[in-house]
């Protein structure tokens, strides 16, 4: 303890003839001893490692609507190998319903398959919806998918974990 009050005492005698210049060069000297590390190693490194690849089973093959708008197909092409679907559900519209079950259906790979929509109620079926797709690969990995009748096109798909 009392080798700390003599290092007080003798920091304290220094300081006392310090002017502006000797207080500007001591504040840069411990500003740049303070950043030195914190800019050379201080966070964390970034690695090039590519993003992870999810694979693209189902594309965006056509979308037809009947002339009066009361029913619509829209045909999603299987690129890869065979997958299972798990369900599918209308994102955006209440007044639209899928007219073939799906769930449980094999999509065999390099084929196409319809899904048949139909408009519920009054009004004429408009493409601005979304149809969610769910499925399960050869592995068993499950992912979901956006099909978008209106911009004539699909999202990459996601990748649902097991929790």
Same mark, same amino acid.
């Not at 009392?2 to 005492?9: F, K, R, S, T």
């Not at 220094?14 to 840069?28: D, H, I, M, V, Y």
């Not at 050869?138 to 999202?155: D, T």
């Given at each position: 303890?009392?080798?700390?009050?003599?290092?007080?005492?003798?920091?304290?005698? #220094?300081?006392?003839?310090?002017?502006?210049?000797?207080?500007?060069?001591? $504040?840069?000297?411990?500003?740049?001893?303070?950043?030195?590390?914190?800019?050379? %190693?201080?966070?964390?490194?970034?690695?090039?490692?590519?993003?992870?690849?999810?694979?693209?089973?189902?594309?965006?093959?056509?979308?037809?609507?009947?002339?009066?708008? @009361?029913?619509?197909?829209? #045909?999603?092409?299987?690129?890869?190998?065979?997958?299972?679907?798990?369900?599918?559900?209308? #994102?955006?519209? #209440?007044?639209?319903?899928?007219?073939?079950?799906?769930? $449980?259906?094999?999509?065999?790979? %390099?084929?196409?398959? %319809?899904?048949?929509?139909?408009?519920?109620?009054?009004?004429?079926?408009?493409?601005?919806?979304?149809?969610?797709?769910?499925?399960?690969?050869?592995? @068993?990995?499950?992912?979901?998918?956006?099909?978008?009748?209106?911009?004539? %096109?699909?999202?990459?798909?996601?990748?649902?974990? @097991? $929790?």
């Amino acid at each position: 303890m009392e080798q700390i009050e003599q290092y007080w005492a003798l920091i304290v005698e #220094k300081t006392a003839a310090f002017g502006p210049l000797e207080w500007g060069a001591t $504040g840069a000297a411990g500003l740049l001893l303070f950043l030195l590390p914190v800019v050379l %190693g201080g966070g964390t490194k970034r690695r090039n490692r590519p993003l992870p690849v999810v694979p693209m089973h189902l594309t965006f093959h056509t979308f037809q609507m009947a002339p009066l708008g @009361r029913d619509a197909l829209l #045909k999603i092409h299987n690129t890869r190998d065979r997958v299972t679907l798990l369900s599918a559900a209308i #994102k955006g519209s #209440k007044s639209i319903a899928i007219k073939n079950a799906l769930a $449980g259906h094999e999509f065999e790979a %390099g084929k196409v398959y %319809g899904i048949l929509l139909e408009a519920t109620g009054k009004d004429r079926m408009l493409p601005d919806f979304e149809v969610v797709i769910t499925y399960m690969d050869a592995q @068993r990995n499950v992912f979901r998918q956006s099909f978008f009748p209106e911009l004539q %096109g699909a999202k990459a798909p996601k990748r649902i974990r @097991r $929790g």
